[in-house]
């Protein structure tokens, strides 16, 4: 079946330092790949997706590239602020309209 | 355009007991899916609706249950509670059934299980 691994958390930044959230994941044909973010106390929301090899989603800052060739779809960003602390979902669809999540990367960023 | 709605936001029930959970999805979606949110499992599937018929279901136990109505509002029910049901139940709405639509995600209900 489809699974998506990510790096464990908690990502402890500090404001204005670089972000890499790293994620793989295993699936049959070619999947839509996905990050969510759920801020505390919140549902998730979409940061941004792809849905072919090499294609590059971006939003807000964050971007992450689908490499199929490494099934990877690691989410970075040049600059976090302080209000880009939440917890960060990588996920995929494809092959059957169940999504798969990973289990989540939590980001702390101190000012 | 209002957002995924659910309720309640926050149950506290004992074990044995029955829950209803609902979901009213964004107006003109018609695939409504849910999910169990726990520090320990992360996300996890349970079921998804799609015009009033489930089309898959996830790994759970039978005392996990749903139903979709004409209006694709939704309802998830667990029967028999146990301490481990408790969790951050989410619902999630799209608007086709294409694989590579997003998901938009209700605030979730909190349920507490004593």
């Known amino acids: 079946g489809n699974s998506v691994t990510q790096m464990e958390g908690p990502v402890t930044l500090s404001e204005e330092a670089f972000l890499t959230i790293n994620c793989t994941y295993t699936?049959?044909?070619?999947?839509?790949l996905f990050w969510y973010v759920q801020y505390p106390g919140e549902g998730l929301q979409l940061l941004l997706k792809?849905?072919?090899?090499?294609d590059k989603g971006s939003n807000k800052g964050f971007e992450a590239t689908y490499r199929k060739e490494t099934t990877s779809f690691h989410l970075e960003k040049g600059s976090v602020q302080v209000s880009d602390s939440a917890v960060y979902f990588c996920?995929?669809?494809?092959?059957?309209?169940?999504?798969?999540f990973g289990r989540g990367t939590s980001l702390i960023v101190h000012p | 355009k209002a957002g995924v709605t659910q309720t309640p936001r926050y149950l506290i029930k004992t074990r044995g007991q029955q829950v209803t959970l609902s979901c009213s999805p964004i107006?003109?979606?018609?695939?409504v899916s849910w999910y169990q949110q726990t520090p320990g499992q992360g996300l996890q599937f349970l079921f998804e609706?799609?015009?009033?018929?489930?089309?898959n279901k996830g790994n759970f136990p039978g005392r996990f249950s749903g139903r979709q109505f004409s209006n694709s509002r939704s309802e998830m029910n667990v029967s028999t509670l146990e301490l481990g049901d408790s969790a951050l139940y989410l619902c999630?709405?799209?608007?086709?059934?294409?694989?590579?639509?997003?998901?938009?995600f209700g605030s979730g209900t909190q349920l507490s299980v004593l």
């Open positions: 999630a709405s799209s608007p086709s059934d294409r694989l590579n639509e997003k998901l938009f």
């Open positions: 699936a049959t044909g070619y999947p839509s």
């Open positions: 792809a849905t072919k090899a090499d």
């Open positions: 996920a995929l669809t494809g092959g059957s309209y169940i999504p798969t």
């Open positions: 107006s003109g979606h018609r695939s």
């Open positions: 609706y799609f015009s009033e018929t489930q089309r």
